[in-house]
């Protein structure tokens, strides 16, 4: 079985394919360019590597894509320039979820995928019943309003807990949210909680991408971690941040 990965050249993408890798998985990778992948992946056995802009590809081809898959990982995410935040398409996230959920939804697997994708704190979890401090609504409220790559990240969660919630036969999810990232060389010890301890906004804590890459890997190869976190949105900290 084969892991799908979307945003792969990205910072923390990079380094949940390496981990998957290393574990020994199948990992596929969908990426727009080359650019962004380190040299050795080309050469790293068990890595399929397709070049193309993943809403630009048909139904057919994301069908082929999907089918064979156990675990789809999305990583995607917008260039933080004035053109990735603000340029077309301003729902890069919510349209690859959508359409990579409905290519599985076509799909011959006998067992629901395992979709797996990251997000932010800054995404309040309303169907869990999460309330923040009003100071944290405010700012997300502008920022949803200023910069568009919030509100993406917002509809990408809102595709999997709107279409794909109880017990649906094709697709099981997890939103992972990581607080402010940062690089670490090595995973470090990290604490996952259903909702956010602190104010996403004005107390953030620290989460380095590497760790964020651990926990997404464990997701898909322990089953007893999945099913403690299917159908969830599981924030995750560094110990000491």
Known sequence: MTTLVVGASGATGRLVVKQLLAEGERVSVIVRSMDGLPETFARSEGLTITVANLLDLSDEDLLQHV??????VSCLGHNMSIKGM?????????QGVQRLCQAVEKTTAQVPVKFVLMNTTGNQ???AGEVVPMSQSIAVALIRRLLPPHA???AA???????????HSK???VVVRPDSLI??????DYEVFPSPIRNAIFDAGTTSRINV?????????DQALWKAWSGQMPVIYNTHG
């Not at 089918?67 to 789809?72: E, H, K, L, M, T």
């Open 125 to 127: 979890n309303l169907e």
């Open 67 to 72: 089918q064979g898959c156990r675990a789809i």
């Open 171 to 173: 697709v099981e999810w």
């Open 183 to 188: 690089n670490d060389e090595l995973v470090t």
């Open 152 to 154: 993406d990240n917002e």
């Open 86 to 94: 603000f340029g077309q398409p301003t729902r890069l996230v919510a």
């Open 157 to 167: 969660a809102d595709v999997l807990q709107v279409n794909y919630g109880g017990n």
């Open 213 to 221: 890459a651990n926990f997404m890997l464990r997701l898909i190869v």
